[in-house]
C-alpha cells in the first residue's frame, strides 16, 4: 500500500511569492524567479542529493504559482504563467485559458512532488533535451532567442553581447543555478 498525501499542504513558498509578484509593475521568468528565492535563502532544503532538490524545488514553486493563480483569480486579479513571461494582472475572462492544463494538473499533484526520484529526473531531463533536440532550426533559433529574451531581428553582436551577460549571471561558479546555465549555453550554440 503507498502512502497517502494530503491534497494541498501548506506551501511556503506562496507569501513570497505574492510579495515579489505584488511589486508594481513587474514581469518575471520562472528562473529569474526561483533565483530571486534563492538568493533570499527562500529554498527549503529537501533532498540531498542536487537533482532532486532542484525537482523539488522547482515543482514547490510552480505549485504556489498554480495555486495563487487559482486564489488571485477570485480576488479580481490573473496570474500569467507563462516560462518567459510571469505577472500579475486584473482579471479579463479573454485572457484566461479555456482548455485544462496538463502542466497545471502535473505541478497540483503532490504525488508527484513525494514519488518522482532520481531516476525519473533524469528521464525527464532526457526527454526534454530529446525533443527538444528534434526541433526544426528555425524553432531551435526562436527558442534560443526565448531563452536569451531577445528578439527575432537580433544581430550577432547583440546575442554575444547578452551570453556574456547571462554567462556571468548565471554560471554555477558565481552562484548560479546549473541548470539555468546548461540551458543557456544550448541556447548560445544554437545561435552563435
Known sequence: M????PTQPD?????P???RLQQPGCRWKVHHLYSELQKAALLPCLSDDA??????????MMNALYRLQEELQGDGWWLQLEALDIALLPYQPSAVPAAASPLRDYYLDWNVFWQTDRDEIEALLTDFWRRLARLPDQSKREEALRLFELDSDADSQAI????R??????H?????DAETF???????????
Open 2 to 5: 503507498s502512502p497517502t498525501f
Open 11 to 15: 506551501n511556503p513558498l506562496m507569501a
Open 17 to 19: 511569492l505574492l510579495e
Open 51 to 60: 537533482e532532486v532538490q532542484l525537482f523539488r524545488c522547482n515543482f514547490l
Open 160 to 163: 554575444r553581447r547578452r551570453w
Open 165 to 170: 551577460e547571462l554567462a556571468l549571471t548565471h
Open 172 to 176: 554555477p561558479d558565481r552562484g548560479g
Open 182 to 192: 546548461i540551458r543557456l549555453r544550448w541556447a548560445w550554440e544554437q545561435l552563435r
